[in-house]
């Protein structure tokens, strides 16, 4: 009996290595994001300035 209660406690108990885990996967979600929203901004602005770089040539014709 004090075997079955062991492994019920134990299922009860969060694990602090699956709750770090799973912060750490969390936090490298968000950074993925942030890197992402980072790069297509820099493809925004890269476009922008390209488009601006022809509309010059374009113009001095």
């Known amino acids: 009996m004090s075997e079955l209660r ?3 406690l134990d299922a009860a108990t969060p694990d ?8 750490a996967l969390l936090h490298e ?3 993925r994001v942030r890197r ?3 790069a297509i ?6 476009a922008t300035v390209l488009a ?4 010059v ?4 014709r």
Do not use: F, P, Q
């Not at 901004?41 to 890269?46: D, Q």
């Not at 601006?52 to 509309?55: E, I, M, V, Y």
């Not at 040539?57 to 001095?60: G, L």
């Open 16 to 23: 602090r290595d699956w709750l770090a885990d799973h912060h």
């Open 6 to 8: 062991e492994i019920m």
């Open 36 to 38: 992402r929203r980072l």
């Open 52 to 55: 601006a770089a022809l509309a």
């Open 57 to 60: 040539a374009v113009a001095s």
């Open 41 to 46: 901004a820099t493809a925004a602005a890269a």
């Open 29 to 31: 979600g968000r950074r």
